[in-house]
């Protein structure tokens, strides 16, 4: 399974953008697909996550409300919108692929060792 992370760049404080998580290999839409984010400096952190279904999704309260994830499994594709975005959320983001499956609704704990099969990550900056 391979995942591969895009749409970063810089914006301005108030701005938005689209992150895109492209999947490919074996068996890799089914299964619950999530976000993380790196800052300087800082821990990965996680941010969302949705369902094989899409119906069930989670997020973190510092992007609740600002920040929407949504799938198209026809893509093999997971996507992030970011909008409102602040500095604070400067981050390299990944995504990263469900380490298991149980059923179509099912989406794992903000744990980093609840995932599996990590993309690359792509850089959004927010300027102030």
């Known amino acids: 399974v391979q995942l591969q992370a895009s749409g970063g760049g810089l914006v301005q404080a108030g701005g938005s953008l689209k992150l895109s998580c492209a999947a490919s290999g074996r068996a890799s839409t089914t299964y619950a697909t999530g976000w993380f984010r790196q800052g300087s400096g800082k821990e990965r952190e996680f941010v969302a996550v949705?369902?094989?279904?899409?119906?069930?999704?989670n997020y973190a309260d510092s992007v609740k409300g600002r920040f929407t994830i949504s799938r198209d499994n026809a893509k093999n594709t997971v996507y992030l919108q970011l909008n409102s975005l602040k500095p604070e959320d400067t981050a390299v983001y990944y995504c990263?692929?469900?380490?298991?499956?149980?059923?179509?609704?099912?989406?794992?704990?903000?744990?980093?060792?609840?995932?599996?099969?990590w993309g690359q990550g792509t850089q959004v900056t927010v300027s102030s």
């Open positions: 949705i369902s094989w279904s899409g119906g069930v999704t």
């Open positions: 990263a692929r469900a380490r298991l499956y149980y059923y179509d609704t099912y989406i794992p704990g903000p744990a980093e060792t609840e995932y599996a099969y």
